[in-house]
């Protein structure tokens, strides 16, 4: 997914049975967060891997986080465990999109393999083009619509 994680985010946190404006900025925050590791991609790795092997975008490194964590939040520091349960269904939300066309590995540690929905062919010269224009990109555009029917209608 290119476009639609953040408005992701902002549906999510919309859904949340407790709001709160800190919930938004983490709801936010979780849903781009795996992307950041595309500093570490461009910067250090210069694109030597696909940044969807690096930590950030491992579905069993989050579940394994949400099994230790969320238990200890909740006897150590419960008021965190919203803010840390919400983190956690926004980063998977955002696995979950980026499994549309971006895959992911979502059998590691036992496979390497990236799963994805969708295969998007490089039907342009530029492989952002190619998203774009690729059938799927619709589904972004649906959630940011969606996203921007629900801020219309309620606001923040
Ligand atoms: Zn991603």
Redesign the pocket.
């Known amino acids: ?1 290119l476009t639609a ?1 953040l408005p992701s985010g902002y549906l999510l946190a919309k859904s949340w049975p407790r709001r709160s404006k800190a919930l938004m900025a983490t709801a936010l925050l979780g849903a781009v967060f ?2 950041f ?1 595309m500093l570490w991609f461009y910067l250090v790795d210069h694109r030597a891997f696909h ?2 092997h690096y930590w ?2 491992i579905p069993a490194f989050w579940a394994l986080l949400g099994l230790v964590a969320l238990p200890l939040l909740r006897l150590a520091w419960p008021r965190v465990l919203p803010h840390a349960a919400l983190l956690l269904a926004a980063v998977f939300l ?2 979950l ?2 499994s549309m066309t ?1 895959a ?1 590995a979502w059998a590691w540690p036992w496979r390497d393999t990236l799963y994805a929905l969708f295969e998007v062919p490089a039907s342009q010269a530029n492989w952002v083009l190619s998203f774009l224009l690729h059938w799927t990109f619709l589904a972004e555009i649906a959630i940011w619509l969606a996203a921007f029917a629900v801020w219309r209608r309620s606001g923040w």
């Open positions: 997914m994680h795996p992307d590791d940044h969807h950030v975008h955002h696995l999109l980026d971006g992911i």
